[in-house]
C-alpha cells in the first residue's frame, strides 16, 4: 500500500464520527398524562358502559335525591323513615344521620343496582376536552397553588431564605437528619389525623431549601414530606377524609378496627423513618450514591441554594427574621384552619394571600421589583397548577364514559364466594387498582364501599376490615400513580419520575407485605 493511501486510510479512521448511542429520555409529567388520557379514551370504546344508582343529599330541600342509572331523579324526604321504606334504600347499611351531619357529602353509589348503558364512546376531541374541563375543576386547588408560588416570589426576593438559611445550617452542623426525622414524624401524623395529602405541597417551598443545603438530595425532600405523609394517610386512624367516611358508607363505626390501624401507623412510621435515615446516610457518605445526582447541580439552582460563605449573602436582620415568622406562621394558620375551621383551598389562598401582602410591605423595596416578585413567583408553578388539572381529566373521561362503575361491577363479581384470607388479600388488590381510577380517597370510599362492604357479610368477616383493605390498598397505589398527586410533586420539584419510582417503590412492597399480613391476621382472629 502506498503512503499516500495509508495516509487517507488513517484520515478517514481518525475523522470518522463515533457513534452515539441513544439515550432514553423521561417523558415529562405532561406526557404521561396525555398518553393515560388518551387511552381512557380507548377504554371507554371497549370496556362496557354502566351505572349504579346514586345517592345523594339536598341540605336546601332536606331531601334524598336518587340518580338511577338511566339519568331519571327522584326524591325523599331526608328521614329514616322514609329512606329504610324505600325498595332501593332499605338494605343500605349506612347511617342516614351522616347525611344529614355533613360526614358524607358526596353520591353514594347503591347496591344491587347497576345496570349496564348504550355506550358512551369519547373521542380525540375529548381529549382535549376532559384537559380543559378537569382545569376547571381543579381551579380550587390551582389558585391555592399560584398564591403559594407569589408568597414565595417575595419572601425569595428579601433575601430571607437565605440568610436564614445559612444560620440554620450552622446551628444544626453535626444534627442533620434530626429536622428529617422531626418533619416526617409531623407528616406521619398530620396524614393520619387529617389527610395531609395535598396541603403539603405548600410545605416543600421552605423545607427544600433547608434539606439541600444540610446536605441531602430531592429524593430525601419527597421522602420526608409525600412519602412521610402517605405513610400516615395510608394507616389513617381518625382521617374523616378516608377512614370516617369509609366506614360510614360502609355502615359500620369508625372506630371499629381502630387498634389495627394505630398499629400499622406505628410501624409504618418507624419504617418510612428508618428508611429515610439509610438513605440519607448513604448519601452523605457518598453524594453519588444518590438517585438524584445527575440532577444535583439543577434542583439546587431551581431552589436558590448557595454556598453559605457566598458574601452575596444578605444579614439576617430583624426584618428578614419578621418575613420568615410571618412565611412559616402561614403554614400554622391553614393547617388549623383545615382541621378546627374546615377550611379548602379557597380558605388557604386567602390567608396565604394575607400573608403575602403584609410581607410586600416588609421587604423594602419598591413596588415594581415586589410585584414582579409575586407574579414570577406564581408563574413558577404553573406546570405544576397544570398538572393537577391535567390529571382530574383523567377521571372525567372515565366517569363521562361510564366504565368507572363497570369495573366496580366487575370487582365485585371477581371476589364473591372467595375464602376469607384470599378475599381479604384480593379487596386490597382490587382497592389498588381502583386507586388509579379514583385517586381521591373520598371519592372512591362513597363510589365503592357501599358497593364492596356488604361483599364482607357473604364471607362472615367484619366489614371494618374491608374498610383498612380499601385504605390500604388505594394508598399503595397512590404513592405511584400518575393520576394522584405525584405527577404533581414531581412537577414541582423538576424530578423525574424514574427516579422517584427507584426510591419509592421498596415502600409499595411493605404495605402490601405487611399490610396483607395484618389483613389475614384480622380474618383469622375475627375482628
Not at 115 to 137: H, R, S, Y
Not at 387 to 411: C, H, K, P, Q
Request: one cysteine or more; glycine letters at 8%; charged letters at 15%.
Amino acid at each position: 500500500m502506498s503512503a499516500e493511501a495509508t495516509a487517507a486510510t488513517a484520515t478517514a479512521t481518525v475523522e470518522a464520527p463515533p457513534k452515539k448511542k441513544k439515550k432514553f429520555s423521561v417523558p415529562t409529567a405532561f406526557t404521561i398524562l396525555f398518553v393515560i388520557t388518551i387511552l381512557a379514551v380507548i377504554a371507554t370504546w371497549f370496556i362496557p358502559a354502566g351505572a349504579y344508582s346514586k345517592l345523594a343529599y339536598l341540605p336546601e330541600s332536606s331531601e334524598f335525591q336518587i340518580t338511577e342509572p338511566s339519568g331519571d331523579v327522584r326524591t325523599i324526604p331526608a328521614t329514616e323513615e322514609a329512606f329504610r321504606a324505600d325498595p332501593e334504600l332499605a338494605d343500605m347499611k349506612v347511617d342516614v344521620n351522616k347525611f344529614l351531619d355533613g360526614s358524607i357529602t358526596k353520591p353514594v353509589s347503591v347496591p344491587g343496582t347497576y345496570e349496564e348503558l348504550p355506550q358512551q364512546p369519547k373521542g380525540l376531541f375529548d381529549v382535549t376536552k376532559a384537559m380543559v374541563n378537569g382545569t376547571i375543576n381543579g381551579v380550587d386547588i390551582m389558585v391555592f397553588i399560584l398564591v403559594l408560588g407569589g408568597l414565595i416570589g417575595v419572601v425569595n426576593a428579601s433575601g430571607a431564605f437565605e440568610s436564614g438559611l445559612v444560620a440554620l445550617t450552622k446551628k444544626t452542623k453535626g444534627r442533620e437528619f434530626a429536622l428529617v426525622f422531626l418533619v416526617s414524624i409531623l407528616m406521619v401524623l398530620g396524614g393520619t389525623t387529617c389527610g395531609l395529602e395535598e396541603e403539603a405541597v405548600a410545605f416543600y417551598p421552605i423545607l427544600v431549601p433547608i434539606f439541600l443545603a444540610l446536605g441531602y438530595d430531592s429524593i430525601v425532600c419527597v421522602g420526608a414530606i409525600f412519602l412521610a405523609g402517605s405513610m400516615g394517610t395510608t394507616f389513617s386512624t381518625i382521617n374523616p377524609f378516608s377512614v370516617v367516611i369509609a366506614s360510614n358508607a360502609a355502615g359500620v363505626a369508625w372506630t371499629d378496627g381502630i387498634e389495627w390501624r394505630v398499629v400499622g401507623c406505628v410501624v409504618g412510621a418507624i419504617v418510612v423513618v428508618s428508611y429515610l435515615f439509610w438513605y440519607c446516610k448513604k448519601i452523605k457518605k457518598n453524594p453519588e450514591a444518590s438517585y438524584t445526582y445527575e440532577d444535583r447541580e439543577h434542583f439546587a439552582k431551581l431552589f436558590s441554594v448557595h454556598d453559605s460563605n457566598s458574601s452575596t449573602i444578605p444579614a439576617f436582620d430583624w426584618r428578614r427574621k419578621l418575613i420568615l415568622v410571618l412565611f412559616v406562621s402561614a403554614f400554622i394558620i391553614m393547617i388549623y384552619g383545615v382541621v378546627n375551621l374546615h377550611w379548602w383551598f379557597p380558605q388557604m389562598a386567602a390567608s396565604f394571600l394575607f400573608i403575602a401582602i403584609i410581607c410586600i410591605f416588609l421587604t423594602g423595596l419598591d413596588e415594581k421589583t415586589v410585584v414582579d416578585s409575586f407574579i414570577n413567583g406564581a408563574s413558577s408553578l404553573v406546570g405544576v397548577s397544570l398538572i393537577i388539572g391535567l390529571a382530574r381529566g383523567v377521571n372525567l373521561i372515565m366517569e363521562e364514559g361510564f366504565i368507572s362503575d363497570t369495573l366496580l361491577y366487575w370487582a365485585s363479581n371477581a371476589v364473591q364466594g372467595m375464602e376469607g384470607a384470599v378475599f381479604i388479600i384480593m379487596m386490597m388488590v382490587i382497592f389498588f387498582l381502583l386507586g388509579f381510577i379514583v385517586p381521591s380517597s373520598s371519592g372512591l370510599a362513597v363510589l365503592a364501599m357501599p358497593i364492596l362492604a356488604p361483599l364482607a357479610d357473604t364471607v362472615g368477616i367484619d366489614r371494618s376490615i374491608i374498610v383498612s383493605a380499601y385504605n390500604w390498598g388505594q394508598y399503595a397505589m397512590l404513592y405511584l400513580a400518575p393520576t394522584g398527586l405525584v405527577m404533581a410533586t414531581l412537577t414541582m420539584l423538576d424530578m423525574k419520575y424514574t427516579h422517584w419510582l427507584k426510591f419509592v417503590l421498596p415502600m409499595v412492597g411493605f404495605l402490601f407485605v405487611f399490610g396483607g399480613a395484618l389483613l389475614v391476621i384480622q380474618v383469622m382472629v375475627g375482628a
